[in-house]
């Protein structure tokens, strides 16, 4: 499992996640667990790597310089 996630999309995926994530717990009342769903691209994007992009064949990290 070698890290496929670029700097980039990284940073994307952290602000998307967070917002997911107040959204559904801060935004809204009462609480919308739907917000849950923004664990996903934090979670990736602190590993590095995302199992949609490995069956496709997608690769944002530039090798040696991320």
């Known amino acids: 499992m070698s890290q496929n996630i670029g700097s980039i999309d990284r940073i994307l995926r952290i602000l998307v996640g967070i917002a997911l994530l ?37 690769k944002t990290k530039k090798t040696g310089t991320d």
């Open 22 to 58: 107040v959204w559904g717990f801060v935004l809204s009342q009462p609480f919308n667990y739907w917000g849950l769903i923004g664990l996903i691209p934090l979670f990736t994007a602190l590993i590095g790597w995302c199992p949609a992009y490995s069956l496709v064949g997608i």
